[in-house]
């Protein structure tokens, strides 16, 4: 039936600062009837009963309970990304609504952003482009110096399917790694990336120089790195954060980098995001922020797009969805 | 004593600490081995010092070792360089008066592949840019279609796989990279294989083929301005390439040409010809383009042991005992 074969699909916007991007429209579009918020509240009446399918990109349209309540066949939603903290699963199945995010999609990116981070960071790489770009820089100090990253100890808080591959590219520069997570890695898989687990987060936290932070936002891991845990870890660490802002306490971590606690952070990932302008990460030398790029290609892009379509004509047609989310 | 000849060999450096000074932090260790004397020190005693020089540390291309030198020193036995490029060294002048000359090659490799693949890293998800946004006072929200360049997966052309090179392979090898490499000579297979790089004989194939370029191969005649015009136009206009060698190696002004015109993607250099550029340089201006201050073996570790390797050069070389890291002029 046609409905099926192209389901009516509610975006945000098609283009614009966070609709869906102009060169993904014609797949879409060959897969799936896109309907704008525009148009929608312009045309409620006719459309309403005719939306199976919300296309969730960049965290919009905001799925709250009017929402739903005005879709009554609304069948699926498919969510760009892994993180799916900004949904209220609960809320959403309430309604009998399934939910896919797009994990495998981002991984790569996110755990070779992390990666950056760490190098970055460690070697001291933009504040060294701002020192060989400065219209004061009359020469180069031999004495100014950054830290390795061969050899130092990687302490991984999340050891999903990023956090992993984050251990992967971190093995080929030597590093020693460990790891906490909420359930242990077999065997086999802590040997393939030489990881050793810490099951207190506190032993991780002491003994790394770089602590890098993967986890899913929850309840529990909702400012897991606050003042205590900022304080376990060395005077020299650095902290890398590419999964939500509110898994550290922001306050916390500016008197931490104010006052030498920990030497350095680089945050892909703030609260909020952008952080206000007169906030203080913003006027520290030892802070790297990049706007939550994680998953930020055009490759990839792409990839969660075809995956989010797949998933929506699944859903749609009653089949098993791709890269569902259970609550 | 003042005529008393010390109980070590005697050591010339240029100076201690400052901006181009043998770093504070290492004179203990060359202490242990030497008696170290400053160019400031040899200068106002030279009658005293002239004759027992056995040795010169050079950090960071200075002292200058010219002929002038090179004549008050007739006892010198061995030039060590910090790090491991020599360009900046007349190694034929040196060999004329009989002088050994060393260099730090294993020291300074992790730390360098290290930096060639920070330097990849940020280029591709463009770092340096994403910084400036997200601390901007301008800064209103973060677009969302505002992208970088995939790494995992991408084909990495590596130029020069000499030690640097092969490190630089086996850490693009974890991001499941596609690894060429153009040589002098090709690597053994079993090399090869374990990194998973392709033999490109010829360099054009490799400029041809990969998303990214990475320059790790020693300045020489044959090496200056290797990539200029026609090596740019045979690159992708998706390409970044990526220096971490001489900033000699590239042709300059075809680069700034190349960066304008979209004939590559973007660049990442830790070399410049000079160091550092002049103020008012086209490079300074692109967008396209990260330029770090030379930091390729910079961190506390790495100097340690560049001086650590030096010194064990020297020493082989003043006790007539074979080593690995003589530079003999071509």
């Known amino acids: 039936m046609e409905e099926q074969d192209h389901p009516y699909t509610l975006v945000t916007a098609i283009g614009g600062a966070d609709g869906v991007y102009e060169d993904h429209v014609e797949f879409l579009q060959k897969n799936l009837k896109l309907i704008t918020m525009k148009e929608f509240l312009e045309n409620k009446r006719d459309l309403h009963l005719k939306i199976k399918a919300i296309f969730v990109w ?140 810490c099951e207190k987060m506190e032993d991780l936290l002491r003994q790394s120089d770089f602590v890098m932070l993967a986890v899913n936002l929850t309840p529990q891991t909702c400012k897991l790195i606050g003042k205590k845990e900022l304080e376990l870890m060395k005077p020299t660490a650095i902290l890398i954060n590419i999964c939500r802002g509110q898994v550290i306490d922001q306050d916390a971590l500016v008197n931490a980098l104010q006052n030498g606690i920990i030497k350095s952070a680089a945050l892909d990932v703030t609260y909020p995001e952008p952080l206000p302008r007169d906030h203080a990460l913003l006027q520290l030398e030892n802070v790297i922020i990049t706007p939550h790029i994680g998953s930020a290609t055009s490759k990839i892009r792409r990839l969660m797009m075809k995956n989010m379509v797949e998933s929506i004509l699944a859903g749609v047609r009653g089949l098993p969805v791709p890269n569902e989310v259970h609550g | 004593c003042s005529r008393c000849e010390p109980r070590l060999p005697v050591l010339l450096v240029y100076e201690v600490g400052g901006i181009s000074g043998v770093l504070e932090a290492l004179v203990p260790f060359l202490k242990k081995y030497f008696h170290l004397i400053t160019m400031k020190e040899f200068l106002e005693s030279k009658d005293r010092f002239a004759a027992q020089v056995k040795a010169v540390y050079v950090w960071w291309q200075r002292p200058i070792i010219d002929r002038e030198l090179l004549k008050s020193l007739p006892n010198l036995k061995v030039i060590a360089n910090s790090g491991v490029g020599m360009d900046h060294l007349d190694l034929k002048l040196i060999s004329e008066f009989g002088v050994r000359m060393v260099n730090t090659p294993q020291a300074v490799c992790n730390s360098t592949a290290d930096t060639g693949m920070a330097l990849l890293l940020a280029a591709a998800r463009r770092l340096v840019e994403g910084h400036q946004t997200a601390v901007s006072p301008d800064t209103k929200y973060f677009l969302s279609n505002w992208l970088g360049e995939e790494v995992s997966g991408a084909t990495l052309g590596i130029i020069g796989m000499g030690r640097i090179g092969y490190k630089v392979a086996q850490r693009a090898k974890a991001f499941d990279m596609k690894i060429l490499y153009h040589n002098r000579n090709r690597r053994r297979k079993d090399e090869e294989l374990v990194v998973g790089a392709y033999y490109c004989e010829k360099i054009e194939d490799l400029l041809q083929q990969s998303d990214f370029v990475m320059l790790v191969v020693t300045l020489t005649p044959q090496t200056y301005k290797l990539i200029g015009k026609k090596e740019f136009e045979l690159m992708k206009p998706t390409a970044i390439l990526i220096n971490i060698s001489r900033g000699q190696v590239v042709d300059q002004d075809m680069m700034v040409e190349a960066l304008k015109t979209g004939i590559i993607k973007g660049a990442a250099m830790d070399v410049t010809y000079p160091e550092p550029l002049p103020r008012d340089h086209p490079l300074l201006q692109l967008k396209n383009v990260i330029i770090t201050p030379h930091l390729g073996c910079k961190t506390h570790r790495s100097y340690f042991m560049i001086t650590e390797e030096a010194v064990q050069n020297i020493l082989a070389v003043l006790s007539g005992l074979p080593m690995s890291s003589e530079v003999l002029p071509d």
Do not use: C
């Open chain 1, 58 to 197: 960049s965290l919009k349209p905001v799925i709250n309970r009017e929402l739903l309540q005005s879709l009554p066949n609304l069948k699926v939603i498919a969510n760009s990304g892994v993180g799916i903290d900004h949904l209220d699963l609960r809320l959403i199945s309430s309604f009998g609504v399934k939910v896919a995010n797009t994990p495998f999609a981002v991984s790569n990116p996110t755990a070779d952003l992390g990666i950056g981070l760490m190098l970055a960071s460690a070697r001291r790489i933009i504040e060294g482009h701002q020192m060989a770009v400065s219209p004061d820089t009359k020469h180069f100090s031999a004495a100014w110096l950054g830290e390795d990253v061969t050899g130092a100890t990687l302490g991984i808080i999340g050891m999903g399917t990023i956090g992993y591959k984050i251990a992967q590219r971190a093995k080929a520069f030597e590093m020693n790694i460990l790891y906490h997570n909420r359930n242990r890695r077999n065997g086999a898989e802590e040997q393939a990336v030489g990881a050793v687990y």
